[in-house]
Protein backbone atom coordinates (compact mmCIF):
# COMPACT_ATOMS: atom_id res chain seq x y z
CA UNK A 1 0.00 0.00 0.00
CA UNK A 2 2.82 2.56 0.82
CA UNK A 3 4.67 1.77 -2.20
CA UNK A 4 0.99 2.52 -4.66
CA UNK A 5 0.65 5.69 -2.55
CA UNK A 6 4.23 7.17 -2.83
CA UNK A 7 4.01 6.19 -6.51
CA UNK A 8 0.97 8.27 -6.72
CA UNK A 9 2.29 11.26 -5.43
CA UNK A 10 5.41 11.05 -7.47
CA UNK A 11 2.96 10.62 -10.59
CA UNK A 12 1.16 13.66 -9.40
CA UNK A 13 4.10 15.58 -8.75
CA UNK A 14 5.54 14.79 -12.77
CA UNK A 15 1.70 15.47 -13.93
CA UNK A 16 2.29 19.06 -12.64
CA UNK A 17 5.71 20.10 -13.32
CA UNK A 18 5.77 18.38 -16.61
CA UNK A 19 9.49 17.59 -18.44
CA UNK A 20 11.16 18.98 -15.43
CA UNK A 21 13.39 15.81 -14.72
CA UNK A 22 16.31 17.55 -12.37
CA UNK A 23 13.41 18.66 -10.23
CA UNK A 24 11.61 14.92 -10.25
CA UNK A 25 15.25 13.40 -9.60
CA UNK A 26 15.36 15.68 -6.35
CA UNK A 27 11.84 14.39 -5.83
CA UNK A 28 11.83 10.81 -6.19
CA UNK A 29 15.35 10.80 -4.23
CA UNK A 30 13.85 12.04 -1.05
CA UNK A 31 10.54 10.67 -1.65
CA UNK A 32 11.81 6.75 -2.14
CA UNK A 33 14.29 7.65 0.69
CA UNK A 34 11.73 8.38 3.46
CA UNK A 35 9.73 4.86 3.11
CA UNK A 36 10.75 3.44 6.02
CA UNK A 37 9.22 6.50 7.82
CA UNK A 38 5.72 6.63 5.81
CA UNK A 39 5.58 2.91 6.57
CA UNK A 40 5.65 3.94 10.78
CA UNK A 41 3.51 6.97 10.25
CA UNK A 42 0.51 5.66 12.46
CA UNK A 43 -1.77 8.69 12.58
CA UNK A 44 0.45 11.11 11.15
CA UNK A 45 0.11 11.67 7.40
CA UNK A 46 3.32 11.70 6.33
CA UNK A 47 3.32 11.28 2.90
CA UNK A 48 0.17 13.54 2.11
CA UNK A 49 2.13 16.60 4.16
CA UNK A 50 4.73 15.55 1.41
CA UNK A 51 2.49 16.24 -1.62
CA UNK A 52 2.56 19.42 -0.12
CA UNK A 53 6.05 20.58 0.81
CA UNK A 54 6.90 19.76 -2.40
CA UNK A 55 4.93 22.09 -4.24
CA UNK A 56 6.53 25.80 -4.35
CA UNK A 57 4.73 28.31 -2.64
CA UNK A 58 5.75 30.81 -5.23
CA UNK A 59 7.53 30.70 -8.46
CA UNK A 60 8.83 34.03 -9.81
CA UNK A 61 9.91 34.67 -13.47
CA UNK A 62 10.69 37.49 -14.59
CA UNK A 63 12.78 39.26 -17.92
CA UNK A 64 16.41 40.17 -18.00
CA UNK A 65 18.08 42.23 -20.93
CA UNK A 66 21.75 42.60 -20.87
CA UNK A 67 24.15 43.90 -23.19
CA UNK A 68 27.75 42.19 -24.72
CA UNK A 69 30.34 43.95 -26.65
CA UNK A 70 32.49 42.64 -28.82
CA UNK A 71 34.41 43.31 -32.67
CA UNK A 72 30.67 44.29 -33.87
CA UNK A 73 29.72 46.45 -31.13
CA UNK A 74 27.15 45.76 -28.99
CA UNK A 75 24.33 42.84 -28.71
CA UNK A 76 21.24 43.07 -26.32
CA UNK A 77 20.42 39.87 -24.60
CA UNK A 78 17.18 38.32 -23.19
CA UNK A 79 17.37 35.99 -20.55
CA UNK A 80 14.49 34.58 -17.56
CA UNK A 81 15.44 35.27 -14.03
CA UNK A 82 13.55 32.50 -11.48
CA UNK A 83 13.31 33.03 -8.02
CA UNK A 84 11.47 29.88 -6.68
CA UNK A 85 10.19 30.71 -3.14
CA UNK A 86 10.11 27.43 -2.30
CA UNK A 87 8.82 27.07 1.30
CA UNK A 88 8.45 29.71 4.37
CA UNK A 89 7.81 27.27 7.20
CA UNK A 90 10.75 27.45 9.16
CA UNK A 91 11.58 31.43 7.91
CA UNK A 92 12.82 33.88 5.11
CA UNK A 93 13.30 31.85 2.29
CA UNK A 94 16.73 31.34 1.44
CA UNK A 95 18.75 30.30 -1.17
CA UNK A 96 21.66 31.14 -3.54
CA UNK A 97 21.39 32.96 -6.95
CA UNK A 98 22.90 30.93 -10.46
CA UNK A 99 24.05 32.20 -12.82
CA UNK A 100 25.40 29.68 -15.54
CA UNK A 101 24.09 28.09 -18.98
CA UNK A 102 22.32 25.18 -17.74
CA UNK A 103 19.82 27.08 -15.53
CA UNK A 104 16.25 26.64 -15.87
CA UNK A 105 12.82 26.65 -14.08
CA UNK A 106 13.54 22.94 -13.23
CA UNK A 107 17.14 22.85 -12.25
CA UNK A 108 16.10 26.09 -9.99
CA UNK A 109 13.08 24.16 -8.37
CA UNK A 110 15.42 20.95 -7.73
CA UNK A 111 17.69 23.59 -5.78
CA UNK A 112 15.12 25.14 -4.12
CA UNK A 113 13.49 21.68 -2.62
CA UNK A 114 16.76 20.40 -1.73
CA UNK A 115 17.47 23.75 -0.02
CA UNK A 116 14.27 23.05 2.46
CA UNK A 117 15.80 20.20 4.39
CA UNK A 118 19.23 21.05 4.57
CA UNK A 119 17.91 24.52 6.07
CA UNK A 120 15.96 22.81 7.92
CA UNK A 121 18.96 20.65 9.25
CA UNK A 122 20.96 23.24 10.48
CA UNK A 123 18.50 24.16 13.00
CA UNK A 124 18.65 27.90 12.08
CA UNK A 125 15.09 29.57 11.36
CA UNK A 126 15.44 29.87 7.35
CA UNK A 127 12.90 28.28 4.47
CA UNK A 128 14.10 27.25 1.17
CA UNK A 129 14.53 29.02 -1.41
CA UNK A 130 16.61 29.67 -4.98
CA UNK A 131 17.08 31.58 -7.97
CA UNK A 132 18.84 32.50 -11.63
CA UNK A 133 19.22 33.05 -14.41
CA UNK A 134 20.54 31.71 -18.26
CA UNK A 135 24.01 33.51 -18.31
CA UNK A 136 27.83 32.26 -18.51
CA UNK A 137 30.13 34.82 -16.99
CA UNK A 138 33.31 33.07 -18.35
CA UNK A 139 34.88 35.29 -20.97
CA UNK A 140 32.72 38.19 -19.89
CA UNK A 141 34.06 42.00 -18.75
CA UNK A 142 33.61 43.37 -15.31
CA UNK A 143 31.13 45.64 -16.94
CA UNK A 144 29.23 43.37 -18.91
CA UNK A 145 29.06 41.27 -15.42
CA UNK A 146 27.90 44.50 -13.50
CA UNK A 147 25.20 45.25 -16.01
CA UNK A 148 23.50 41.43 -15.85
CA UNK A 149 23.95 41.63 -12.17
CA UNK A 150 21.98 45.47 -12.35
CA UNK A 151 18.93 44.26 -14.65
CA UNK A 152 18.69 40.64 -12.64
CA UNK A 153 18.09 42.68 -9.14
CA UNK A 154 15.48 45.15 -11.23
CA UNK A 155 13.57 42.32 -11.62
CA UNK A 156 14.14 40.64 -8.07
CA UNK A 157 13.82 43.68 -6.04
CA UNK A 158 10.51 43.69 -5.41
CA UNK A 159 10.20 39.77 -4.12
CA UNK A 160 13.21 39.81 -1.32
CA UNK A 161 13.54 41.37 1.83
CA UNK A 162 15.23 40.50 5.03
CA UNK A 163 12.51 38.77 6.70
CA UNK A 164 10.93 37.44 3.83
CA UNK A 165 13.25 36.65 1.00
CA UNK A 166 17.14 36.66 1.78
CA UNK A 167 19.19 35.29 -1.49
CA UNK A 168 22.85 34.44 -1.78
CA UNK A 169 25.72 33.62 -4.46
CA UNK A 170 25.74 29.82 -5.77
CA UNK A 171 27.51 29.12 -9.30
CA UNK A 172 28.60 32.01 -11.15
CA UNK A 173 27.33 34.42 -8.24
CA UNK A 174 30.09 35.30 -6.03
CA UNK A 175 31.14 38.46 -3.46
CA UNK A 176 31.59 40.64 -7.06
CA UNK A 177 27.89 39.93 -8.32
CA UNK A 178 26.49 40.16 -4.77
CA UNK A 179 28.15 43.77 -4.56
CA UNK A 180 26.61 44.55 -7.84
CA UNK A 181 23.10 43.57 -7.17
CA UNK A 182 23.26 45.17 -3.74
CA UNK A 183 24.32 48.51 -4.80
CA UNK A 184 21.20 48.21 -7.54
CA UNK A 185 19.43 47.21 -4.90
CA UNK A 186 20.29 50.57 -2.71
CA UNK A 187 19.36 52.28 -5.65
CA UNK A 188 16.08 51.07 -6.27
CA UNK A 189 14.96 51.23 -2.35
CA UNK A 190 16.13 54.64 -2.31
CA UNK A 191 17.82 53.09 1.47
CA UNK A 192 20.38 50.84 2.65
CA UNK A 193 19.71 47.67 3.77
CA UNK A 194 21.91 45.02 4.67
CA UNK A 195 19.97 42.13 5.38
CA UNK A 196 18.45 41.78 1.80
CA UNK A 197 21.80 39.77 0.61
CA UNK A 198 24.38 37.02 1.97
CA UNK A 199 27.85 36.47 0.79
CA UNK A 200 28.55 40.47 0.78
CA UNK A 201 32.06 41.57 1.28
CA UNK A 202 33.07 42.40 4.86
CA UNK A 203 33.50 45.55 4.03
CA UNK A 204 29.96 45.92 3.88
CA UNK A 205 28.13 44.00 6.18
CA UNK A 206 29.48 40.58 5.53
CA UNK A 207 30.64 37.69 7.45
CA UNK A 208 34.23 36.05 8.08
CA UNK A 209 34.66 32.92 6.53
CA UNK A 210 31.45 32.90 4.11
CA UNK A 211 33.53 32.21 1.15
CA UNK A 212 35.26 29.24 2.87
CA UNK A 213 31.88 27.88 4.72
CA UNK A 214 30.82 25.44 2.74
CA UNK A 215 34.06 24.07 1.56
CA UNK A 216 34.90 24.08 5.55
CA UNK A 217 31.88 22.81 6.64
CA UNK A 218 31.73 19.76 3.90
CA UNK A 219 35.15 18.53 5.66
CA UNK A 220 34.33 19.09 8.94
CA UNK A 221 30.89 16.33 8.79
CA UNK A 222 33.46 14.30 7.26
CA UNK A 223 35.48 14.34 10.00
CA UNK A 224 32.96 14.09 12.53
CA UNK A 225 32.01 10.73 10.24
CA UNK A 226 34.91 9.31 9.70
CA UNK A 227 35.68 10.16 14.20
CA UNK A 228 32.53 8.11 14.65
CA UNK A 229 33.50 5.52 12.29
CA UNK A 230 36.75 4.51 13.62
CA UNK A 231 37.84 3.53 10.16
CA UNK A 232 41.29 3.69 11.24
CA UNK A 233 41.50 0.30 12.22
CA UNK A 234 40.90 -0.72 9.07
CA UNK A 235 44.25 1.13 7.77
CA UNK A 236 47.87 -0.43 6.96
CA UNK A 237 50.02 -0.41 10.15
CA UNK A 238 52.10 2.20 8.36
CA UNK A 239 48.77 4.96 7.85
CA UNK A 240 47.40 4.12 11.33
CA UNK A 241 49.41 6.27 13.53
CA UNK A 242 47.81 8.99 14.87
CA UNK A 243 44.86 8.62 12.54
CA UNK A 244 42.22 8.30 15.74
CA UNK A 245 43.19 11.75 16.46
CA UNK A 246 43.26 13.52 13.30
CA UNK A 247 41.20 11.06 10.72
CA UNK A 248 42.21 13.03 7.23
CA UNK A 249 45.73 11.75 8.36
CA UNK A 250 46.97 10.17 4.94
CA UNK A 251 43.85 9.07 3.73
CA UNK A 252 43.96 9.71 -0.55
CA UNK A 253 40.64 12.51 -0.91
CA UNK A 254 39.40 13.20 -5.19
CA UNK A 255 37.57 16.50 -5.10
CA UNK A 256 36.27 17.82 -8.22
CA UNK A 257 35.51 21.31 -9.48
CA UNK A 258 37.79 23.76 -8.88
CA UNK A 259 35.80 27.36 -7.21
CA UNK A 260 35.38 27.91 -3.86
CA UNK A 261 33.51 24.55 -2.23
CA UNK A 262 36.48 22.81 -4.02
CA UNK A 263 39.34 25.10 -3.02
CA UNK A 264 37.96 25.60 0.43
CA UNK A 265 37.53 21.52 1.08
CA UNK A 266 41.40 21.05 -0.35
CA UNK A 267 42.48 23.87 2.28
CA UNK A 268 41.10 22.15 5.12
CA UNK A 269 42.04 19.03 4.01
CA UNK A 270 45.80 19.33 3.73
CA UNK A 271 45.60 21.19 6.92
CA UNK A 272 44.33 17.98 8.05
CA UNK A 273 47.13 16.51 6.98
CA UNK A 274 45.00 14.61 3.97
CA UNK A 275 46.43 14.39 0.13
CA UNK A 276 44.36 15.77 -1.94
CA UNK A 277 44.87 14.10 -5.72
CA UNK A 278 42.30 15.87 -7.99
CA UNK A 279 40.63 19.85 -9.05
CA UNK A 280 38.55 19.67 -12.35
CA UNK A 281 36.47 21.85 -14.25
CA UNK A 282 34.59 22.14 -17.58
CA UNK A 283 37.43 21.33 -19.67
CA UNK A 284 38.98 18.80 -17.63
CA UNK A 285 40.87 17.59 -14.87
CA UNK A 286 44.38 17.47 -13.28
CA UNK A 287 45.38 15.00 -10.96
CA UNK A 288 48.31 14.17 -8.99
CA UNK A 289 48.90 10.39 -7.23
CA UNK A 290 51.19 12.16 -4.16
CA UNK A 291 48.50 15.14 -3.55
CA UNK A 292 49.05 19.14 -4.10
CA UNK A 293 51.56 20.58 -2.72
CA UNK A 294 50.86 24.29 -0.53
CA UNK A 295 52.59 25.98 -3.59
CA UNK A 296 50.37 24.23 -6.54
CA UNK A 297 47.41 24.99 -3.69
CA UNK A 298 48.06 28.19 -3.78
CA UNK A 299 48.78 28.43 -7.64
CA UNK A 300 45.32 26.95 -8.59
CA UNK A 301 43.74 29.71 -6.23
CA UNK A 302 45.44 32.57 -7.99
CA UNK A 303 44.36 30.81 -11.46
CA UNK A 304 40.51 30.68 -10.24
CA UNK A 305 40.29 33.91 -8.24
CA UNK A 306 42.34 36.20 -9.84
CA UNK A 307 43.36 34.99 -13.40
CA UNK A 308 39.60 33.64 -14.09
CA UNK A 309 41.30 30.64 -16.33
CA UNK A 310 41.07 27.33 -16.70
CA UNK A 311 43.21 24.69 -15.14
CA UNK A 312 45.02 23.77 -18.30
CA UNK A 313 47.21 26.67 -17.35
CA UNK A 314 48.60 25.44 -14.38
CA UNK A 315 51.89 23.99 -14.20
CA UNK A 316 52.23 20.25 -14.94
CA UNK A 317 54.87 17.88 -14.26
CA UNK A 318 55.93 14.93 -13.72
CA UNK A 319 53.58 14.02 -10.97
CA UNK A 320 50.69 17.03 -11.64
CA UNK A 321 49.11 15.89 -14.89
CA UNK A 322 46.18 17.46 -16.72
CA UNK A 323 43.53 15.00 -18.34
CA UNK A 324 41.20 17.36 -21.07
CA UNK A 325 37.77 16.84 -21.68
CA UNK A 326 37.75 14.20 -18.50
CA UNK A 327 36.02 14.37 -15.55
CA UNK A 328 37.43 13.02 -12.13
CA UNK A 329 35.53 10.02 -12.28
CA UNK A 330 36.18 8.94 -15.14
CA UNK A 331 40.05 8.18 -14.74
CA UNK A 332 39.33 5.41 -11.87
CA UNK A 333 41.61 6.76 -9.67
CA UNK A 334 42.69 5.53 -6.26
CA UNK A 335 41.35 7.55 -3.17
CA UNK A 336 40.26 6.79 0.37
CA UNK A 337 37.48 9.89 0.07
CA UNK A 338 35.26 11.30 -2.39
CA UNK A 339 34.32 15.10 -2.02
CA UNK A 340 32.71 15.99 -5.20
CA UNK A 341 31.57 19.46 -5.49
CA UNK A 342 31.36 20.78 -8.85
CA UNK A 343 27.45 20.94 -9.91
CA UNK A 344 24.50 18.08 -10.38
CA UNK A 345 24.58 14.70 -11.89
CA UNK A 346 28.57 14.40 -12.33
CA UNK A 347 29.14 10.71 -10.61
CA UNK A 348 27.05 8.65 -12.87
CA UNK A 349 26.83 4.57 -12.85
CA UNK A 350 30.07 4.72 -14.50
CA UNK A 351 31.79 6.84 -11.94
CA UNK A 352 30.68 4.69 -9.28
CA UNK A 353 31.98 1.82 -10.13
CA UNK A 354 35.01 3.47 -10.65
CA UNK A 355 35.06 5.09 -7.18
CA UNK A 356 34.24 1.36 -5.93
CA UNK A 357 37.01 -0.16 -7.96
CA UNK A 358 39.54 2.39 -6.79
CA UNK A 359 39.08 1.91 -2.88
CA UNK A 360 36.94 4.47 -2.39
CA UNK A 361 35.08 4.16 1.08
CA UNK A 362 33.66 7.82 2.17
CA UNK A 363 31.79 9.77 -0.40
CA UNK A 364 30.63 13.09 1.29
CA UNK A 365 28.63 15.50 -1.59
CA UNK A 366 29.93 19.44 -1.81
CA UNK A 367 28.09 19.95 -4.72
CA UNK A 368 24.03 19.83 -4.78
CA UNK A 369 23.11 16.82 -6.11
CA UNK A 370 26.13 15.19 -7.60
CA UNK A 371 25.21 11.84 -7.84
CA UNK A 372 22.67 9.94 -9.87
CA UNK A 373 19.99 8.33 -7.90
CA UNK A 374 21.40 5.04 -9.52
CA UNK A 375 24.74 5.89 -8.55
CA UNK A 376 23.86 6.96 -5.16
CA UNK A 377 22.14 3.02 -4.70
CA UNK A 378 24.84 1.72 -6.22
CA UNK A 379 27.15 2.98 -3.57
CA UNK A 380 25.31 2.56 -0.71
CA UNK A 381 26.37 -0.99 -1.17
CA UNK A 382 29.86 -0.48 -1.50
CA UNK A 383 30.99 2.43 0.41
CA UNK A 384 31.23 2.12 4.28
CA UNK A 385 30.43 6.30 4.73
CA UNK A 386 27.88 8.51 2.29
CA UNK A 387 26.87 11.62 3.11
CA UNK A 388 24.22 13.35 1.23
CA UNK A 389 24.81 17.15 -0.25
CA UNK A 390 21.53 18.15 2.62
CA UNK A 391 23.85 17.53 5.17
CA UNK A 392 27.31 17.71 3.66
CA UNK A 393 27.00 21.33 2.03
CA UNK A 394 24.82 22.77 4.52
CA UNK A 395 28.07 24.68 6.06
CA UNK A 396 27.65 27.41 3.23
CA UNK A 397 23.65 28.87 4.07
CA UNK A 398 24.75 28.49 7.99
CA UNK A 399 26.98 31.02 7.41
CA UNK A 400 24.64 32.89 5.32
CA UNK A 401 22.38 32.54 8.25
CA UNK A 402 24.56 33.91 10.76
CA UNK A 403 25.79 36.65 8.58
CA UNK A 404 21.66 37.45 8.58
CA UNK A 405 22.12 37.33 12.34
CA UNK A 406 25.19 39.88 12.30
CA UNK A 407 23.38 42.24 10.14
CA UNK A 408 20.10 42.17 12.58
CA UNK A 409 22.05 43.02 15.65
CA UNK A 410 24.45 45.05 13.87
CA UNK A 411 27.49 42.95 15.30
CA UNK A 412 30.78 41.99 13.15
CA UNK A 413 32.31 38.40 14.77
CA UNK A 414 35.63 37.21 14.29
CA UNK A 415 36.89 34.45 11.92
CA UNK A 416 37.12 32.26 14.96
CA UNK A 417 33.82 33.05 16.44
CA UNK A 418 32.21 32.05 12.85
CA UNK A 419 34.31 28.98 12.81
CA UNK A 420 33.50 28.08 16.34
CA UNK A 421 29.65 28.36 15.04
CA UNK A 422 30.21 26.41 11.84
CA UNK A 423 32.03 23.37 13.35
CA UNK A 424 28.78 23.11 15.61
CA UNK A 425 26.22 23.06 13.44
CA UNK A 426 27.72 20.66 11.25
CA UNK A 427 28.55 18.58 14.43
CA UNK A 428 25.04 18.75 15.13
CA UNK A 429 23.78 18.11 11.41
CA UNK A 430 25.92 14.58 11.77
CA UNK A 431 24.63 13.79 14.64
CA UNK A 432 20.84 14.88 13.88
CA UNK A 433 20.91 12.57 10.58
CA UNK A 434 23.01 9.97 12.68
CA UNK A 435 20.73 9.57 15.43
CA UNK A 436 17.53 9.51 13.45
CA UNK A 437 19.00 6.83 11.42
CA UNK A 438 19.45 4.66 14.52
CA UNK A 439 16.13 5.51 15.71
CA UNK A 440 14.77 3.82 12.89
CA UNK A 441 17.46 0.84 12.59
CA UNK A 442 19.25 1.87 9.90
CA UNK A 443 22.81 2.40 11.29
CA UNK A 444 24.32 4.77 9.46
CA UNK A 445 21.95 5.16 6.72
CA UNK A 446 22.69 8.99 6.54
CA UNK A 447 20.61 9.31 3.38
CA UNK A 448 17.64 8.43 5.24
CA UNK A 449 18.54 10.17 8.59
CA UNK A 450 19.59 13.71 6.75
CA UNK A 451 16.63 13.39 4.63
CA UNK A 452 13.90 12.32 7.45
CA UNK A 453 15.18 14.45 10.05
CA UNK A 454 14.77 17.59 7.57
CA UNK A 455 11.42 16.14 6.40
CA UNK A 456 9.86 15.67 9.79
CA UNK A 457 10.96 19.21 11.10
CA UNK A 458 9.51 21.14 8.78
CA UNK A 459 6.32 18.50 8.98
CA UNK A 460 5.84 19.66 12.48
CA UNK A 461 6.12 23.46 11.90
CA UNK A 462 3.30 22.66 8.90
CA UNK A 463 0.93 20.88 11.32
CA UNK A 464 1.79 23.18 14.43
CA UNK A 465 0.62 26.20 11.76
CA UNK A 466 -2.77 24.01 10.65
CA UNK A 467 -1.29 24.05 7.50
CA UNK A 468 -2.13 20.54 6.96
CA UNK A 469 -5.50 20.43 8.37
CA UNK A 470 -9.14 20.40 6.05
Not at 65 to 72: A, K, R
Request: aromatic fraction near 10%.
Amino acid sequence: MTDERIEGVLTGLKGRHPGQDEFMQAVEEVLVSLKPLFEKQGDEDYLGAFNVIAEPERVIKFRVQYPTFGENGAELHTTTGYRVQFNSALGPYKGGLRFHPSVSESIIKFLGFEQIFKNALTNLPIGGGKGGCVFNPKGKSDSEVRMLCENFMKGLYRHIGPDLDVPAGDIGVGGREIGYMYGEYVRLRGQPDMGVLTGKSTDFGGSKLRPEATGYGLVYITLEALKKYTHYRYLPEDRRAGVSENCFKGLKVLISGSGNVAQFAAEKVMELGGHVCSFSDSTGTISSEEGFSPDQLKELFHLKNVQRGRLSAMTVSNDLKYHPGKSVWELGLNCDVALPCATQNEIKIEGAKNLAAGGCWCLAEGANMPTTNEAVDFLKTKVDIYIPAKAANAGGVATSALEMAQNSARLFWTSEEVDEKLKGIMNNIFATAYKTAQDFDRPWDLQFGANAAGFLKVYKAYKAMGYLKF
